[in-house]
């Protein structure tokens, strides 16, 4: 279940911190794949940044067993983004973003369910 749990947290962490990265530091290469976003930064940079800081917060805490609860809640957060982030999309008809919107989502609330919140123990340890 650990190794699991850590698989899981470092894809997210990739999958999050490779898009906050982009809403926050190529924002106009981002844009040029959905041009009606451009009058939108400061929304998807705010939304980068959620983006990156639950990227780190996924690992280090669990990592280095310093709060490890809050790995958990960046999973809730990140599992939030992504809540939000399908119903963006399916206002806007771009359904083929949507399974991978409620995948993320799914991994996110394994992450939670593991580390702590849902289930009977306490949370799991950076190890």
Known sequence: MKIALWIVQSLLAFAFGASGYMKVFAFHQFVASAPDLANQQGLFTFIGIAELAGAVGLILPALTG????LTTWAAVGLGTIMVLGTGLHIMKGEWSHVPVTVILLALSAFVVW??????????ISGT
């Open 66 to 69: 310093v709060l490890p609860v």
């Open 114 to 123: 593991g580390r702590g919140f849902g289930s009977q123990r306490k949370p």
